[in-house]
């Protein structure tokens, strides 16, 4: 089974129009991305996009153009919260998927700012030229992808940029504090350019919609294209994207592990415990023989489970065994589809587990406990059993 895979390299950083320019130069219909900001009801403004180059490199540029802009705005009028920005996606003739996909961006950069400036997430204004931009840029970058619909979202590491950056505020350091916020546990790196690479858009736009941060591109490229920036520098100032496709690997829940060391319980109490843990919900458990401080043998207990079941296993741990405390972390498990199904044998029915990859059997297994049942029943040595039974399944 195959997944569709849009990959962002951001050798160069990225930002809101560099997206829009991208996403068009790979294939997204100019006019149905007009069509739908349309339905937002907003006024003044135009986009354009036009073919342009940087280093040799060409791609599609769009310009967010705004039709009239005030010299000196109003005290009231120079900025939109993001309060009214929200009431404005919400009421729009948007579908629900793109309006709760551009709401999620909105609101990411919103709390990046708040935390930047000390405000409410719900005072966070944003400047009325850029305002538009943003709101052309995001709402723009959600109908993309609802039009490309991609099983995955992949991004490179993020290039930052270095130097300062004019704002309202003054003078600012690059990356500026927003992006920093946005991108916090994704991999960066900087000073590629003195200049700013990234925005608080176009890091708010990764910040949501990525599901998988890496350089490695071991995918199918069905196609490439570039979103070429406004700018000029030493770097080219680009924004590639992939379209591709690659072999889906199932990816289950994220999962719990549960783990102590024990040195002083006697072995004996190992197979209750096992029992106890399986029955209240542990996925696996297992002991790994290690040698602790001052050379005492001990054993590692690890317990996996489902988020669900964490506590309750945490306090069976620590009234079924001689420990003191215990670790958790977070872990993600990667798991092959699975079919059990009954197969007929020579020795009777028996429960076959089969392993898929990328919708192909790799392997098959019977269950154990079905072949100790008919070794049982018949009085045949379990190892004659899993001879025959795995001679017939092939």
């Not at 149905?32 to 280093?55: H, V, Y």
Request: one cysteine or more.
């Amino acid at each position: 089974m195959k997944e569709i895979i849009l990959y962002y390299d951001c050798f160069a950083g990225i930002c809101g129009d560099m997206n829009l320019a991208a996403m068009v130069d790979l294939g997204v219909p100019a006019e149905t991305l007009r069509s739908e900001l349309s339905k937002l009801g907003l006024d003044g403004w135009t986009l354009r996009f036009t073919p342009d180059a940087k280093k040799g490199i060409h791609g599609t540029r769009a310009d967010v153009d705004l039709l009239f802009v005030p010299a000196r705005p109003a005290a009231d009028h120079a900025h939109r919260s993001y309060k009214d920005i929200r009431a404005l996606i919400e009421g729009s003739a948007l579908s629900e998927p793109i309006k709760q996909k551009a709401l999620a961006v909105f609101a990411k950069l919103a709390e990046a700012e708040a935390k930047v400036h000390a405000e409410r997430v719900e005072d966070v204004l944003f400047h009325e030229v850029g305002a538009v931009d943003s709101i052309v840029d995001i709402v723009g970058a959600a109908i993309c992808l609802d039009y490309l619909k991609p099983d995955k979202v992949l991004a490179s590491r993020v290039e930052l940029g270095g130097g300062f950056v004019q704002c309202r505020h003054g003078l600012i350091p690059v990356p500026a504090p927003a992006v920093v916020e946005l991108l916090r546990g994704a991999p960066v790196r900087s000073g590629a350019v003195e200049a700013e690479t990234t925005t608080p858009t176009g890091a708010a736009i990764l910040a949501v919609f990525v599901d998988e941060w890496t350089d490695d591109k071991r995918f199918t490229i069905s196609k490439t294209a570039y979103g070429v920036g406004h700018r000029d520098s030493d770097i080219p100032n680009l924004l590639r994207v992939f379209l591709g496709e690659r072999e889906k690997v199932e990816r289950g829940t994220s999962a719990v592990l549960l783990e102590c060391n024990i040195d002083d319980m006697s072995p004996e109490i190992h197979g209750h415990l096992f029992d106890r843990l399986l029955g209240a919900g542990a996925a696996d458990v297992w002991l790994t023989p290690i040698v602790m401080k001052k050379s005492r043998s001990a054993v590692l207990l690890s317990v996996l489970c489902g988020e669900e079941a964490e506590d309750a296993l945490a306090e069976l741990i620590l009234r079924e065994t001689t420990t003191l405390g215990l670790r958790r972390s977070r872990v993600e498990k990667t798991a092959l589809e699975r079919e059990t199904r009954l197969v007929p044998t020579s020795l009777g029915e028996i429960s076959v587990k089969t392993a898929f990859l990328g919708g192909k059997a790799i392997r098959a297994k019977p269950e154990y406990e079905d072949l100790r049942r008919i070794a049982s029943e018949r009085g045949i040595p379990l190892i004659e059993v899993f001879s025959t039974v795995a001679r017939e399944i092939g």
